[in-house]
């Protein structure tokens, strides 16, 4: 398996904890990771990285407030942690670049798209909701924090933060996740590039809200993995790794036999031939 060189980097005056993993021989193209909610990139080990290790050079790195790299004021809000990447990808990618992100991850790369198309290739969105009001009745306002032992020793391990804003930034979370993000399907009908929207078929969010996503994306594809849940990148990583590399082989527009939804722009495409 590729392993990711991992270190600190200064990102706009802020230490991020960032990975890059270099593919050998010729020149391949760029893949941004982004991790989920109270995540990190080690999520993405075993997971994801075998479906882009001979063809991409990948990149990584823990957002403010997650993994090995310490909060900051605003580190929470979509809007910061959208601005963030963003400053990720023109200062060490320095250039456009496939997404794939899963959960939070996937909200960001939407809002990448929206905000800075010109940074980006493509989008996997796994796991992603585009709207707080989503059905996403498993998300408590309030919610007890229970942090077991276990949880606080791996947070004193990896975070630069100090132990009691562990349940600090877990706060954070509940409270972004009750309001944000609030993107539109007529804000995500503006995003060109292709985008592979994934996801399990017992999400926390409903599977129609899925399909909105999905439908309101005009360079869109949908997979719904059966049998898995929000953390489908675990349950079936195996399934996973082949549905992103069948996405990757091929970005153009797809042409099917019988198209609904694609239907204007097969035509178009095709210069009215037959289906």
């Excluded at 993994?67 to 809000?77: K, L, M, V, W």
């Excluded at 276990?150 to 600090?168: I, N, T």
Aim: hydrophobic share 40%; charged share 25%; aromatic share 10%.
């Amino acid at each position: 398996m590729l392993k990711l060189k991992r270190d600190y980097i200064e990102l706009r005056g802020h230490q991020v904890w960032s990975a890059q993993g270099k593919t050998f021989g010729k020149k391949k193209e760029v893949a941004l990771l982004m991790h989920g909610g109270l995540s990190s990139t080690e999520s993405w080990d075993y997971t994801v990285i075998p479906a882009l290790a001979r063809t991409h050079e990948i990149f990584a790195y823990d957002r403010s407030a997650h993994g090995r790299t310490a909060s900051r004021e605003g580190f929470y809000h979509f809007d910061f942690q959208t601005d963030e990447a963003i400053a990720y990808i023109e200062d060490v990618i320095k250039g456009p670049t496939h997404l794939i992100g899963w959960s939070d991850g996937g909200i960001i790369s939407l809002m990448i798209a929206l905000k800075r198309p010109d940074l980006v290739k493509s989008i996997v969105a796994i796991g992603t909701n585009f709207h707080f009001d989503s059905g996403l009745s498993l998300i408590e306002e309030n919610p007890e924090i229970i942090i077991t032992e276990d949880e606080a020793a791996k947070f004193a391990l990896r975070s630069p933060d100090p132990a009691h804003m562990q349940e600090v930034i877990i706060r954070k979370a509940y409270e972004v996740w009750n309001s944000e993000p609030t993107m539109t399907t007529a804000q995500l009908a503006r995003i060109s590039c292709p985008v592979l929207v994934l996801t399990g078929d017992d999400e926390p969010f409903s599977n129609n809200h899925t399909i909105e996503l999905y439908e309101a994306i005009p360079n869109g594809r949908l997979a719904i993995i059966p049998g898995t849940s929000h953390f489908v990148v675990k349950e079936k990583p195996k399934l996973v790794q082949a549905l992103i590399k069948d996405f990757y082989q091929n970005l153009d527009y797809p042409l099917t036999t019988w198209p609904r939804l694609r239907k204007d722009e097969s035509e178009r495409l095709t210069e009215g031939g037959e289906n």
